[in-house]
């Protein structure tokens, strides 16, 4: 079956770094993304990795490693308004051209003074 | 350019009854998916349309069906509503020929009361 697992609720504090980790296990691997979603609102694209490694996107950092089906986004410099729910999504291929994203059920970070 | 946009935003029906979903994806994508996101919860993968068919399907009863037009607009249907329809659905539209992210619509949030 498929299944991505990371926390539910994180805590950190404004100026620090926090670390959201990602694991999954699914079959048709063809990319993993983060992205950012506020309360209501819809989720944007925060970074995106298909190869092992670290890419880093300004303040956002997101790693991979397929061999231990292992993911992590890195927030630096935290800032109140990154108070959000933060979701991991594998994209599956199946044949085709046809991807869908498979979603973790996102880790609600608290961003405190 | 205007993003994916999908209406309505709010929507308020009753038990049994049936619904019509919206929406227009980002200018230059041709795939559309459409997601459904419960409270707490991740977004789940209803089905995705490109060239106007279904070209995959998550794990959700006929009572949801779908429909893309010639211009890559879609629709979401779901008939016999139930309570546990209320949800936000979200649709994502992305290229299928590019190996990018997909870009969320605000969602609709659906309430059946």
């Known amino acids: 079956g498929q299944n991505i697992d990371q926390p539910t609720e994180m805590t950190a504090t404004e100026g620090a770094i926090v670390q959201i980790n990602c694991t999954y296990q699914?079959?048709?691997?063809?990319?993993l993304f983060w992205y950012q979603q506020h309360a209501g609102e819809a989720p944007t694209f925060l970074s995106y990795n298909v190869l092992d490694g670290l890419e880093e996107k300004g303040r956002f950092s997101s790693f991979l490693s397929r061999s231990k089906g292992y993911s992590y986004l890195l927030l630096k410099e935290l800032q109140m308004k990154d108070s959000a729910s933060y979701l991991c999504?594998?994209?599956?291929?199946?044949?085709?051209?046809?991807?869908?994203?498979?979603f973790g059920t996102g880790t609600l970070l608290a961003v405190q003074p | 350019d205007a993003g994916v946009t999908q209406s309505p935003t709010h929507l308020i029906k009753t038990r049994g009854q049936q619904v019509t979903l919206r929406c227009s994806p980002k200018?230059?994508?041709?795939?559309v998916s459409w997601y459904q996101q419960a409270l707490g919860q991740g977004p789940q993968f209803i089905f995705q349309y490109y060239e106007e068919e279904e070209r995959q399907r998550g794990n959700f009863p006929d009572r949801f069906s779908g429909h893309q037009f010639p211009n890559y607009s879609s629709e979401l249907n779901v008939n016999a509503l139930l309570l546990g329809d209320s949800a936000l659905y979200l649709c994502a539209s992305s290229d299928r020929f590019l190996n990018t992210e997909a870009f969320f619509g605000q969602g609709t949030r659906l309430t059946v009361v």
């Open positions: 999504a594998v994209r599956v291929a199946r044949g085709g051209a046809t991807n869908k994203l498979i």
């Open positions: 699914t079959s048709g691997f063809n990319g």
């Open positions: 200018s230059g994508h041709d795939t």
